[in-house]
Structures are given as C-alpha cells and as structure tokens.
C-alpha cells in the first residue's frame, strides 16, 4: 500500500519567492498536517485539514496557508520566502482529526532558501 | 541523505543488547503517545502508540512504558540491530487538539 507521497522532494528557492508543496495522504485518510522540521529539531506543526477545512494552526505567519481538496490531497503554500524557512517540510495524514490516532509521515520536501 | 540531528543526545549500543530510550513530556494532560522512528532523509516512521489509560504496550521488539506519574515514557527495543540505528522522538497528543508535540530526540548507534 502507497504511503504518505510528497512532492518535489527537493526545492531551491530564493528569498521573496512563494512556493507551493504537495501532499498525498495515505488512501482512506481524510486528515492531513503539515509540520516544519528544521535540522537537528523534532517537527513543529503548522496545520491540520480533515474534509477540507482548516481544523488547527500552529505558531506560524500568515504567509504560511494551505488547502486540503476533495481527494484529501493538500496544497501548503509559502509567501515571501525567508532564509529561516529553510526546513524539511513534512506531511503527515490520519484517519479523522480525532487526537488519539496515529498520524504516519511521508519523507518530505526538503527546502533550501538561498 | 542530509543527518536529522547533528547535536541530539545519543545513545550508543551493542549489537544485540537491549536499548532503552527515554523521554519526559510536558503536558499533564496528555492522554495518547506515539513514538517515531526517523532515519537520515526520511520522514518520521511511526513504530508504536500508547494511551494514557495504559502503563505498557509492546509490539514486535518495542516495548513502551508510561508513567504518568513523573511524565515519562520509555522506548525498549530488544536485540538492538544496525537497521535500528536512527533517531528516535516521542509525541504526545491531548484530546482536543490538533497538533502531536513532539520531544528532542535521541540518536541511537547500534555498534556491529
């Protein structure tokens, strides 16, 4: 069975820029969450979306926003882009938004911001 | 691929011995735990989940223990093998909210 599948796996980008990362949750999920991992931290959250709408948001800018689709994929979309945003950017789906159920990763969007 | 914690804490074993890895969560109210695997490049590999309603639950090779007491969770893997060496976080989750919290991390270097 497919697991969590992001793409790209690896983005350059530069300061100013918009970048938009992708997420296909495992098939049966309805719940998505993105979360920031930056080098040598454990992951931080950024959002949850079950049947597309937002249901939780983490201690990020506005220029951070994203959308969940009805397949259950997700878009995260990143405005203005900061040196500090350099993080692996991970996806994570489960099967509702309820708090006591496993959420499973994918492997992430690495990106660098030059 | 790119190393996920060049300065996290590690724990260094022998092939074969048993390891136990630690963590203290913050949260009191905390009612659901999982532990994540996470080898160089890959994302969080979910390994095993305990709720607060239980003291011990074991899997194939992993063991996890909670005490609630002290806020503490303990990850013992038996028969350590080189395929284990990654780093390892726990989470912990409430009821109510959206986002798992996860701790520091441990490195685990399983010696051949």
């Known amino acids: 069975d497919a697991g969590v599948t992001q793409s790209p796996t690896h983005l350059i980008k530069t300061r100013g820029q918009h970048v938009t990362l992708r997420c296909s949750p495992i098939?049966?999920?309805?719940?998505v969450s993105w979360y920031q991992q930056v080098l040598g931290q454990g992951p931080q959250f950024i959002f949850q979306?079950?049947?597309?709408?937002?249901?939780g948001r983490g201690n990020f800018p506005d220029r951070f926003s994203a959308r969940q689709f009805p397949n259950y994929s997700s878009e995260l979309n990143v405005n203005a882009l900061l040196l500090g945003d350099s993080a692996l950017y991970l996806c994570?789906?489960?099967?509702?938004?309820?708090?006591?159920?496993?959420?499973?990763f994918g492997d992430g969007t690495r990106l660098s911001i030059l | 691929g790119e190393s996920v914690g060049l300065h996290l804490p590690t724990l260094s074993v022998q092939e074969g011995d048993n390891s136990i890895i630690n963590c203290a969560y913050s949260?009191?109210?905390?009612?659901?735990f999982i532990w994540y695997k996470q080898e160089s490049g890959k994302g969080p590999q979910f390994i095993i989940d305990?709720?607060?309603?239980?003291d011990k639950r074991q899997g194939q090779r992993v063991t996890v223990l909670l005490n609630k007491t002290v806020k503490h969770l303990s990850l013992q893997i038996a028969a350590t093998q080189p395929g284990d060496s990654a780093v390892y976080f726990c989470?912990?989750?409430?009821?109510?909210?959206?986002?798992?919290?996860f701790g520091s991390g441990t490195r685990l270097q399983v010696q051949p």
């Open positions: 994570a789906s489960s099967t509702d938004s309820y708090s006591n159920q496993p959420q499973h």
């Open positions: 305990i709720r607060s309603n239980m």
């Open positions: 989470a912990e989750i409430y009821t109510g909210r959206r986002a798992l919290t």
């Open positions: 098939s049966g999920h309805k719940s």
């Open positions: 949260n009191s109210a905390s009612d659901y």
């Open positions: 979306y079950y049947e597309k709408e937002e249901r």
